[in-house]
């Protein structure tokens, strides 16, 4: 199965959609690293930024139950999102699967899950989307 994904911030490893690896910008001159793309250093300003794999490990630094979700999504209600942070330094905002909310700790250790999605039922729309699931 092929599938699409969003190239700035993931790269498959394979075509399963289930494999890949999380992508941000290193700056060159001060080492400060950023999830997804960026054109210049959020820390120095400098220019000069380098293409980083990030780690599929993180650790959970903050979480919310959303309860009203945003007009369209697609997954069930009541879901968990959580601010996970990653040994480069990143912060990264995704959904927590896989966890009872009474088993939710800030400082627990969570690993990269991607997931196929079909896009508002059109079939061969499918697209990969990465979430935390504890380790």
Known sequence: MVVSVDEKCLRLTDESGENGVLLGMRCRNCG??????AT???????????????????TLYSFTIVRVPPSGWPGPVPYVLGETELPEGPHVLA?????????????MAVTLALETVGMD???GSERAVYKWRPA
């Not at 400060?32 to 793309?37: D, E, L, N, T």
């Not at 959904?95 to 400082?107: F, N, P, T």
């Open 95 to 107: 959904e927590v699967i896989d966890c009872a909310h009474d088993d939710l700790r800030v400082g």
């Open 40 to 58: 210049f250093c959020q820390s120095c300003t400098s220019p000069d930024l380098e293409e980083v794999e990030l780690s599929a490990e993180g």
């Open 121 to 123: 039922g059109i079939e």
């Open 32 to 37: 400060v690293c950023v999830f997804g793309p």
